[in-house]
Every structure is written in structure tokens, then in C-alpha cells.
């Protein structure tokens, strides 16, 4: 079965620090990887995209890490910031789909607190 | 404002009313798709337009459900006889292929609560 896997489910970490979530996916033939940032109430905004070959990407303060060996990937948050208090998606995409249907995880809660 | 838009933003309606969403792509997207998302899940597919063509259903997509997507710009979804299941966020995204990848863009959603 086709399944994307984050955690923690949530987690709570103060201003500045650093933070990092994982993701596990068993989906097949895989094409791309994405985390995605989704603000409360807000449609999910892409952080990230990683293929295959790709086994790291920055964006800012965020890093996304891909092994595809292991099928495990990781975002990465520097010095964090208030406004980082969202629900981070790990999203796979299958090579075979033409639709470009995703494969969403049930996401990870994350709270900065001051 | 050149993202997608959906309307309304939020939907109340009693069990067994019938509901219908708006989305309005970017403009040059020929593609677009339906998601469902509950409290404290990701998103999940519903449905997806290419142009006006309907490619692709999830059987999550009852009866109830139906999408449209007349002229290839924007969509509707409606769902009929409403449950107090079906309250989530109804999510609408497009995107178009460039090479291998493409890149989803979300509208804000429609929250829908069913009393």
C-alpha cells in the first residue's frame, strides 16, 4: 500500500532553536518528494521538491534530506521563528501517475513558542 | 491576486442540504484538482481535471459528489444530501507539467461544517 508517514504528530519547541521532521513513505514507483507548509486555516504552500537523484534541498531556513534508499526523508528548521507554527506535509508523488495525484502524510504540528 | 481562489471560504449547512464550491485556478494551470482534508490529517485526493476533461476519480468520491469543469478555467464541486461526515476542508489546487515535475498550488480551502 501506498503510504506516507510523518513524525512526531506534533511538536513544541522555543524561539530560535532548531527542530527536525521526519518523514517515511513505502510508495512505488516513486517520482518526487515535497514538503509542504500549511499555515491553520490556509491551503498548503510548497517548501520543497526533490527527485530521485536529489538528496538534499534548502529553501531559507528549511533543508529537506532525502535518502531513496532507505525511503526516509527530513526537514530540517534553523533557528526557528514564531511564525513557523504550522502543520508540515510530507508529500510523495508516484512515478507511474500521469495525474500527478499525491500521496499526503497526515502532517506534523509544529508550535514555536516565545 | 494571481493564486487560487476558492469561495466560499466557509460553508454551514444542515444534513441533507446540498452545497456547492467554487474554484478559480491560476490562469495558464490546465490542470486541476479536488482534495479532502480532515482536522489533523493531510490532504486527500478527490478528483482531477485536465482542461475540462474529469481523468481521474478517488472512490472516496461518492455518488453524492460530483465536479465539473465546463470551459477548463474554473471548477465546481458539489456535494448532494449532505452528511455530517463530509464536513472537512475542501481543498482545490492546479498546476501545470513542466518537464517531470509539477508543482501543486493550494487555494485557501472551503470549510464546510454539516449540522
Known amino acids: 500500500k501506498n503510504q506516507v508517514e510523518q513524525s512526531p504528530q506534533s511538536l513544541i519547541i522555543l524561539e530560535g532553536k532548531n527542530c527536525t521532521l521526519q518523514c517515511n513513505y513505502t510508495v512505488s514507483p516513486f517520482s518526487n518528494l515535497r514538503w509542504y507548509k500549511q499555515d491553520t486555516g490556509r491551503g498548503p504552500v510548497s517548501l520543497t521538491i526533490m527527485t530521485f537523484s536529489e538528496n538534499t534541498k534548502s529553501n531559507g531556513r528549511y533543508t529537506a534530506t532525502l535518502d531513496a534508499d532507505t525511503k526516509q526523508s527530513s526537514l530540517h528548521i534553523t533557528a526557528s521563528q514564531l511564525s513557523d507554527s504550522a502543520s508540515y506535509i510530507c508529500?510523495?508523488?508516484?512515478?507511474?501517475?500521469?495525474?500527478?495525484?499525491?500521496?499526503f502524510g497526515q502532517g506534523t504540528t509544529l508550535q514555536v513558542k516565545p | 491576486d494571481t493564486g487560487v481562489s476558492q469561495n466560499p471560504r466557509h460553508k454551514i449547512t444542515k444534513r441533507g442540504q446540498n452545497v456547492t464550491f467554487r474554484c478559480d485556478p491560476i490562469s495558464e494551470h490546465n490542470r486541476l484538482y479536488w482534495y479532502r482534508q480532515t482536522l489533523g490529517q493531510g490532504p486527500e485526493f478527490l478528483t482531477y481535471?485536465?482542461?475540462?476533461?474529469?481523468?481521474?476519480k478517488s472512490r472516496l468520491l461518492s455518488d453524492r459528489f460530483s465536479a465539473e469543469r465546463p470551459k477548463g478555467s474554473f471548477s465546481t464541486l458539489e456535494i448532494q444530501r449532505t452528511e455530517q461526515g463530509d464536513s472537512a476542508m475542501y481543498l482545490c489546487a492546479s498546476s501545470t507539467r513542466t518537464g517531470s515535475r509539477e508543482t501543486q498550488y493550494f487555494g485557501p480551502g472551503t470549510r464546510l461544517l454539516v449540522l
Open positions: 508529500v510523495v508523488s508516484q512515478g507511474s501517475s500521469n495525474t500527478g495525484k499525491l500521496i
Open positions: 481535471f485536465q482542461n475540462e476533461a474529469q481523468l481521474e
